[in-house]
């Protein structure tokens, strides 16, 4: 099995941003990075020609100046796209470990070392699956954590610890993963999914192990506005700075894609429980457009019924009750279970890795 290129006792970590727009969050990131109380990383921004590059560059200038050689900055000559500007970051990376985070998204107090830490005491790592915490606008006012599992969990090469981090894994910030074999399974093969870190992940994790971390790793900002659909690659998939319904039967057509691609490529049988797993766990594919007028939002249900999401009973229940409760009553029941067990529960047969 592969090891960390240049590995040592602490491994360097290559902290990824891949920058579009949003220039004025940018500093409140940068400095949630630099505060860390762990020295073996750098900071690596990949603007993706943006209409605020300039905003964006004068950020990056500024923190370079005063952190040399600690942040460096990338400008893309033409727009190439989330997953695209994803494998750029990789490529661009010298680190052992890449760590991705969404450029409106903050690193936890404690993140690096603890994400290190779980690298240093388990063998041939290759993927870090994180918590996470969301906010809305005060990140000292937590809304809701995401722990999939009461306790570090350590998960053996194989397709069982595929199907469970694979959906684990979509939200992009902390998501960390090993830079070398990344580099090495490179593809354009999903380009426009904007699901490379998820290809990525699973790919990696037929070859390496996975260590899943109950800590805050990252902190992710609610309401952002999705800016995805410049890139040729996302053209008729994603309509910028919206979400239509269409933009999200694209995505999740593209999570099934992905698991497909990898299930070929490797000749792992993980597609069908993918999407089996992807089922027990619909309420986010749903709720994100429970704000559509009813029939809208029971078609895009119904699209998503054909695409074979409603294979568990917990489709049918997640919908039912976002008619019933709404969007916000029903997150506050979902939250309220969250917090009376410590983690999110565990819905039918789930490979859980072994403890560590």
Same mark, same amino acid.
């Given at each position: 099995?592969?090891?960390?290129?240049?590995?040592?006792? %602490?491994?360097?970590?290559?902290?990824?941003?891949?920058?579009?727009?949003?220039?004025?969050?940018?500093?409140?990131?940068?400095?949630?990075?630099?505060?860390?109380?762990?020295?073996?990383?750098?900071?690596?921004?990949?603007?993706?020609?943006?209409?605020?590059? &300039?905003?964006?560059?004068?950020?990056?200038?500024?923190?370079?100046?005063?952190?040399?050689?600690?942040?460096?900055?990338?400008?893309?000559?033409?727009?190439?796209?989330? *997953? +695209?500007?994803?494998? +750029?970051?990789?490529?661009?990376?010298?680190?052992? $470990?890449?760590?991705?985070?969404?450029?409106?998204?903050?690193?936890?107090?404690?993140?690096?070392?603890?994400?290190?830490?779980?690298?240093?005491?388990?063998?041939?790592?290759?993927?870090?699956? +994180?918590? $996470? =915490?969301?906010?809305?606008? @005060? #990140?000292?006012?937590?809304?809701?954590?995401?722990? $999939?599992?009461?306790?570090?969990?350590?998960?053996?090469?194989?397709?069982?610890?595929?199907?469970?981090?694979?959906?684990?894994?979509?939200?992009?910030?902390?998501?960390?993963?090993?830079?070398?074999?990344?580099?090495?399974?490179?593809? *354009?093969?999903?380009?426009?999914?904007?699901?490379?870190?998820?290809?990525?992940?699973?790919?990696?994790?037929?070859?390496?192990?996975?260590?899943?971390?109950?800590?805050?790793?990252?902190?992710?900002?609610?309401?952002?506005?999705? @800016?995805?659909?410049?890139? #040729?690659?996302? +053209?008729?998939?994603?309509?910028?700075?919206?979400?239509?319904?269409?933009?999200?039967?694209?995505?999740?057509?593209?999570?099934?894609?992905?698991?497909? $691609?990898?299930?070929?490529? @490797?000749?792992?049988?993980?597609?069908?429980?993918?999407?089996? *797993?992807?089922?027990?766990?619909?309420?986010?594919?749903?709720?994100?457009?429970? *704000?559509?007028?009813?029939?809208?939002?029971?078609?895009?249900?119904?699209?998503?019924?054909?695409?074979?999401?409603?294979?568990?009973?917990?489709?049918?229940?997640?919908?039912?009750?976002?008619?019933?409760?709404?969007?916000?009553? %029903?997150?506050?029941?979902? &939250?309220?279970?969250?917090?009376?067990?410590?983690?999110? #529960? %565990?819905?039918?047969?789930?490979?859980?890795?072994? =403890?560590?």
């Amino acid at each position: 099995m592969p090891q960390p290129e240049g590995a040592s006792v %602490t491994a360097r970590i290559s902290v990824c941003i891949p920058a579009y727009n949003r220039a004025a969050l940018l500093p409140a990131l940068l400095e949630s990075i630099l505060s860390q109380d762990y020295a073996d990383f750098e900071i690596l921004i990949c603007e993706d020609d943006s209409p605020e590059r &300039q905003g964006i560059a004068t950020v990056a200038a500024r923190y370079s100046a005063v952190h040399p050689g600690r942040v460096r900055y990338f400008e893309n000559k033409q727009n190439l796209g989330y *997953d +695209r500007n994803l494998r +750029r970051l990789i490529e661009l990376a010298k680190g052992d $470990y890449c760590m991705f985070m969404g450029n409106d998204d903050l690193l936890a107090p404690g993140a690096l070392q603890c994400v290190a830490s779980a690298i240093a005491r388990h063998p041939e790592v290759g993927v870090v699956v +994180r918590s $996470y =915490a969301s906010f809305d606008e @005060d #990140p000292a006012r937590i809304n809701q954590e995401f722990r $999939y599992f009461e306790s570090e969990r350590f998960f053996p090469a194989g397709s069982e610890s595929i199907v469970t981090v694979f959906r684990r894994c979509v939200v992009i910030s902390g998501v960390t993963l090993h830079r070398g074999l990344a580099r090495s399974l490179a593809t *354009d093969g999903v380009d426009g999914t904007l699901l490379y870190q998820i290809y990525l992940v699973a790919r990696i994790v037929g070859r390496m192990n996975a260590v899943f971390v109950p800590q805050i790793i990252a902190l992710y900002r609610n309401g952002g506005i999705p @800016d995805f659909g410049h890139a #040729p690659s996302e +053209r008729g998939k994603f309509v910028p700075r919206t979400r239509t319904i269409e933009s999200s039967l694209h995505f999740m057509r593209g999570m099934l894609q992905v698991a497909q $691609y990898v299930e070929v490529a @490797d000749k792992l049988p993980i597609h069908d429980a993918i999407l089996q *797993d992807i089922s027990r766990y619909s309420y986010p594919v749903l709720s994100v457009q429970a *704000d559509k007028p009813l029939r809208e939002f029971l078609g895009y249900a119904r699209e998503l019924r054909r695409m074979g999401f409603a294979r568990s009973g917990m489709f049918n229940l997640y919908l039912a009750a976002l008619l019933l409760l709404g969007p916000r009553g %029903t997150e506050c029941v979902i &939250q309220f279970v969250k917090r009376r067990l410590g983690y999110t #529960p %565990t819905l039918g047969k789930l490979y859980k890795g072994r =403890a560590a």
